[in-house]
């Protein structure tokens, strides 16, 4: 290896250790926080399937808009890029809402039904899934 280049390496970590505290707000990343009890830890809220309630979220928000999405669109209008050739219903209509049960929302996505194929994801995605699609028929916020 050329000397040069083993010199600027020597320098850049040396240089490294002796530079000032981030002055963003960052706290600075130590050994030390490795060392930390469980007890201060925050606390998550496991499910009856042993993944946390915002894990669980994530994962049905991720199935959504990688599986769901591509027929019953983001917003569960049945615009979703292959609701062409599928023709999905829309999710968000209020007639399609009060019609359909949260039990079968849940068989739907764990059965199939259609041309829609069956999803075996772990029942609490299921059910959070069903939560998500029952917000779809409800007007946002003002």
Do not use: Y
Not at 81 to 103: C, G, I, K, M, N
Not at 122 to 138: C, D, F, M, N, S
């Amino acid at each position: 290896m050329n000397v040069n280049v083993l010199s600027l390496f020597a320098f850049c970590a040396v240089a490294a250790c002796d530079r000032a505290p981030s002055t963003n707000g960052m706290k600075e990343w130590s050994p030390a926080d490795h060392d930390q009890s469980e007890q201060a830890q925050p606390a998550v809220q496991p499910s009856p399937h042993g993944a946390d309630v915002s894990e669980t979220a994530t994962l049905a928000a991720l199935l959504w808009k990688q599986q769901c999405a591509t027929c019953h669109g983001q917003t569960g209008l049945g615009d979703g890029p292959s609701a062409v050739a599928t023709r999905p219903p829309s999710l968000a209509s209020a007639a399609w809402q009060q019609a359909t049960s949260d039990a079968q929302i849940a068989k739907t996505i764990t059965t199939g039904k259609g041309k829609m194929p069956k999803f075996d994801v772990p029942e609490a995605v299921v059910k959070a899934l069903v939560i998500h699609i029952r917000t779809l028929g409800q007007d946002p916020p003002r």
